[in-house]
């Protein structure tokens, strides 16, 4: 039985190693700079790819090094802008169903930039996903977020934007040498401002590079390498569905170990929020298990 569902069970832990990657950084952060803690994971995590990658890179010409380096600098904000509603938020349930609402802009994005006509079922999702950003808002009769959801609401914008450029050059970039070059450019920019304008403590406790190296280890190398052998042996409508279940977990985790409180109106505003994502996909996942069992 393991054997069969094996892909299905590693996608549900990268699910929850997603959402624990959220404490890990914010743990972390707590005693290193924030700039200085995302470049040295993301330059450390380029590191580790760089051997694996180098015969990719080799072969490279300078459009695809361009392309590669121009998503790099969109996942450099698009993490600056999270990390700034890591540090400045205690709702890390409510950001994260926020943040998964870039799933929904990248269709409109992709649209205006690249003329690519999203499915119907993007126009059936937005009436559900706007009722999930109204219920998320304070309950004051408009849309009114703390500082830390407005940053999150925000970096959903510019991770939608990285997703509709990863999606289109990454085509005809082989994956490896495009993963590791969008890394090592997040680390090298976030590195570069925390050396012009953070300053080190004198002293980390071991605790605070503990959190640093389960954000390292954990959360990043080894959920990168579990979600590819994971998709490797399960089909994609189920691997769409599994990883969509991050911001669930994620909020769980938040009132677990953050004690946030879940209000009647936050708790349908994620559930509408899941649901436009879900209608979103929905027509996709069914279409995809209809081409696998045909084949």
């Known amino acids: 039985m393991l054997q069969k569902y094996r892909g299905e069970i590693i996608l549900f832990i990268v699910s929850l190693i997603a959402a624990s990657g959220w404490f890990f ?31 990719q890179l080799k072969r490279l010409d300078k459009p695809q090094l361009i392309k590669s380096a121009l998503v790099g600098l969109c996942y450099a904000v698009y993490i600056m802008l999270w990390m700034l509603g890591l ?37 059936l999702a937005l009436p559900a996903a706007f009722t999930g950003l109204y219920l998320l ?18 970096s959903s914008l510019v991770a939608a934007l990285y997703f509709v450029l990863n999606n289109q050059y990454a ?18 920019c976030c590195g570069t401002l925390s050396i012009l304008f953070e300053q080190w403590p004198t002293s980390i406790s071991m605790t605070a590079w503990g959190w640093f190296l389960c954000s390292l280890v954990i959360a990043t190398n080894l959920r990168m390498l579990l979600q590819t052998y994971g998709q490797k042996y399960c089909h994609v409508a189920t691997a769409a569905i599994i990883m969509i279940l991050e911001p669930v977990w994620t909020l769980f985790f938040s009132i677990l170990i953050l004690g946030e ?10 559930l509408s929020i899941l649901a436009a994502i879900m209608i979103y996909r929905l027509p996709a996942i069914l279409r995809n298990q209809a081409s696998a069992n045909k084949e």
């Open 137 to 154: 808002s304070s309950g004051k009769g408009g849309l009114h977020f703390s500082f830390g959801s407005l940053i999150f609401l925000i």
């Open 171 to 188: 085509r005809d970039i082989p994956v490896l040498s495009f993963t590791t070059i969008q890394l090592f450019i997040v680390g090298t």
């Open 261 to 270: 409180r879940l209000t009647l109106h936050k708790a349908f505003g994620c």
């Open 87 to 123: 540090i400045n938020s205690a709702h890390f349930g409510e950001g994260a169903f926020l943040v998964s609402l870039s799933m929904l802009i990248a269709p409109l994005l992709s649209w205006l930039i690249f003329g690519h006509l999203p499915y119907k079922s993007f126009w």
């Open 25 to 55: 950084s914010k743990f972390s952060m707590a005693e290193f700079p924030a700039l200085g803690f995302i470049g040295l994971r993301f330059f450390l995590a380029a590191i580790f790819f760089f051997p694996l990658a180098y015969p």
